[in-house]
């Protein structure tokens, strides 16, 4: 059974509703999906009920928190989460109010800097009053300010840019017991791209479940060298897309990078 773990809808920053990527993975022939939003679980629940229209078709209900570790923007992915969880529900509506005071005042910086992009150039591009940086970045290409996202993260966007504003988050210690209580599973997203690997370790000891092994932002020198940490450390190794809706090369991710999750009994158990 073949799953992509790692999955954004247009509940967060993705560009397809929950019902177009699960046509999307279904035509592709692949098992199931991970939803995994950027803190938030409102996509879940359409994304589960709109799956059982296809016959041996899963969906794993996930989240994906943001947190900031020694300077450093941490990822942590959830999955089976409750996400009824009076717990998972306030938490994420407390960072949904955040992410809109943060997108105001990203707004107001890039005008600081003799640009011009109002709140409603941003709106456009998040259906669900969910802001974050990729909003901003489309809407930045939208005005003819960059040519691209990767562009707009380099010169406005990135960490040290003039743009940029700190996220207020949860620490990963508390992120890790939020989705454990949420009798859900945790996984480190994307451990290759930290600069400061000492991370991996931090979250070891503060009770991860698992890595990330696949991702294309992975080389294979990223793989081999987190292949080695997490069979050392008994770990659950994970993968997926991390879709967005893109194309790249004129092709979806969506179902190119996957796990077999018969692989993982406590993840095969639990569908």
């Given at each position: 059974?073949?799953?992509?773990?790692?999955v954004?809808?247009?509940f967060?920053?993705?560009?397809?509703?929950p019902k177009?990527?699960?046509?999307i993975?279904?035509?592709k022939?692949?098992?199931?999906?991970a939803?995994?939003?950027h803190d938030?679980?409102?996509g879940?629940?359409?994304?589960?009920?709109?799956?059982?229209?296809f016959?041996d078709f899963?969906?794993i209900?996930?989240?994906?928190?943001?947190?900031?570790?020694?300077?450093?923007?941490?990822?942590?992915?959830?999955?089976?989460?409750?996400?009824?969880?009076?717990n998972?529900?306030?938490a994420?509506q407390?960072?949904?109010?955040e992410?809109?005071r943060?997108g105001?005042?990203?707004?107001?910086?890039?005008n600081?800097?003799?640009?011009?992009l109002t709140?409603?150039?941003?709106k456009?591009?998040?259906?669900?009053?969910?802001?974050?940086?990729?909003?901003?970045?489309r809407?930045?290409?939208?005005?003819?300010y960059?040519?691209?996202?990767?562009?707009?993260f380099?010169?406005?966007?990135?960490?040290?840019?003039?743009g940029y504003?700190?996220?207020?988050?949860?620490?990963?210690?508390?992120?890790?017991?939020?989705?454990?209580?949420?009798n859900?599973?945790?996984?480190l997203?994307h451990?290759g791209?930290?600069?400061n690997?000492?991370i991996?370790?931090?979250?070891?000891?503060?009770?991860?479940d698992g890595?990330?092994?696949?991702?294309?932002?992975?080389t294979?020198e990223?793989?081999?060298?987190l292949?080695?940490?997490?069979?050392?450390?008994n770990?659950?190794?994970?993968?997926?897309s991390?879709?967005?809706?893109?194309?790249?090369?004129g092709?979806?991710?969506?179902?190119?990078?996957y796990?077999?999750?018969?692989?993982?009994?406590v993840?095969k158990g639990r569908i």
């Amino acid at each position: 059974m073949i799953f992509d773990m790692h999955v954004h809808t247009t509940f967060s920053d993705g560009l397809f509703t929950p019902k177009q990527i699960i046509d999307i993975a279904f035509n592709k022939g692949i098992n199931g999906i991970a939803i995994t939003d950027h803190d938030t679980i409102l996509g879940i629940k359409q994304s589960i009920e709109y799956s059982k229209n296809f016959k041996d078709f899963f969906v794993i209900p996930g989240i994906e928190f943001g947190c900031i570790h020694e300077d450093e923007e941490v990822h942590i992915l959830g999955y089976f989460i409750d996400y009824e969880s009076p717990n998972i529900i306030n938490a994420t509506q407390k960072l949904k109010e955040e992410r809109i005071r943060r997108g105001i005042k990203m707004v107001d910086r890039i005008n600081s800097i003799g640009m011009k992009l109002t709140l409603e150039d941003v709106k456009s591009f998040s259906k669900r009053d969910h802001f974050g940086r990729p909003h901003v970045a489309r809407a930045l290409i939208k005005r003819g300010y960059v040519n691209d996202i990767k562009e707009a993260f380099d010169k406005f966007l990135n960490r040290g840019k003039p743009g940029y504003v700190e996220k207020r988050t949860f620490s990963l210690v508390e992120t890790i017991k939020l989705i454990h209580r949420a009798n859900g599973i945790t996984i480190l997203a994307h451990p290759g791209i930290l600069k400061n690997k000492n991370i991996i370790n931090h979250c070891i000891e503060k009770g991860i479940d698992g890595l990330e092994l696949i991702n294309p932002k992975h080389t294979k020198e990223d793989v081999k060298f987190l292949l080695v940490i997490g069979k050392k450390n008994n770990l659950i190794l994970t993968g997926g897309s991390d879709f967005h809706g893109q194309k790249i090369s004129g092709e979806y991710l969506l179902g190119k990078y996957y796990i077999r999750i018969d692989d993982i009994p406590v993840m095969k158990g639990r569908i």
